[in-house]
C-alpha cells in the first residue's frame, strides 16, 4: 500500500489544521489490516512519534507532546488516516510523516523502526 499525506500548511499559534493520509494499491481488506501512525520530524531533529491506531480505530495513543491536542483517527471504507491538530504551537513546526505496518495487534508502536510503509511528508509550520 502507498501512501500520501497531505493537509499540511502554515497557521499561526492555536489554530488548526487536519492532516490526511490515504492510502491505495491496495483493497478495503489492506488497508484495513494496517497498524497506522503519525511522526514528525523537525530540521535537525530526528524523527519522533506523534500519534498511532489499531486497525479498528478502536486504540489510539498519542505523544505527551501533543496530549490533549492531537486525535488520530481513521475511516477504513476511504483508505484515509486522519491528524487533527488543535492548539498549535510553534514547536509543532515539522514535516508530518504517515506510516503503517501489517498487525492486528492493539499495542503501541511509536518507533520508525516498527513501520514498514511510509509515505512522503507534508510540512506544518506555526509561527505568527
Known amino acids: 500500500v502507498q501512501l500520501q499525506a497531505s493537509g499540511g500548511g502554515l497557521v499561526q499559534p492555536g489554530e488548526s489544521l487536519r492532516l490526511s493520509c490515504v492510502g491505495s494499491g491496495g483493497t478495503f481488506t489492506t488497508f484495513t489490516a494496517l497498524y497506522m501512525g503519525w511522526f514528525r520530524q523537525a530540521a535537525g531533529k530526528e524523527r519522533e512519534f506523534v500519534a498511532s491506531?489499531?486497525?479498528?480505530?478502536?486504540?489510539?495513543y498519542v505523544s505527551d507532546s501533543t496530549k490533549g491536542r492531537f486525535t488520530i483517527s481513521r475511516d477504513n471504507r476511504q483508505n484515509t488516516l486522519y491528524l487533527e491538530m488543535n492548539s498549535l504551537k510553534p514547536e509543532d513546526t515539522a514535516l508530518y510523516f504517515c506510516?503503517?505496518?501489517?498487525?492486528?495487534?492493539?499495542?503501541?508502536?511509536?518507533?520508525?523502526?516498527?513501520?514498514?510503509?511510509w509515505g512522503p511528508g507534508t510540512l506544518v509550520t506555526v509561527s505568527s
Open positions: 506510516a503503517a505496518r501489517e498487525s492486528f495487534s492493539n499495542d503501541q508502536y511509536n518507533t520508525p523502526e516498527d513501520y514498514t510503509n
Open positions: 491506531i489499531n486497525w479498528s480505530g478502536g486504540y489510539t
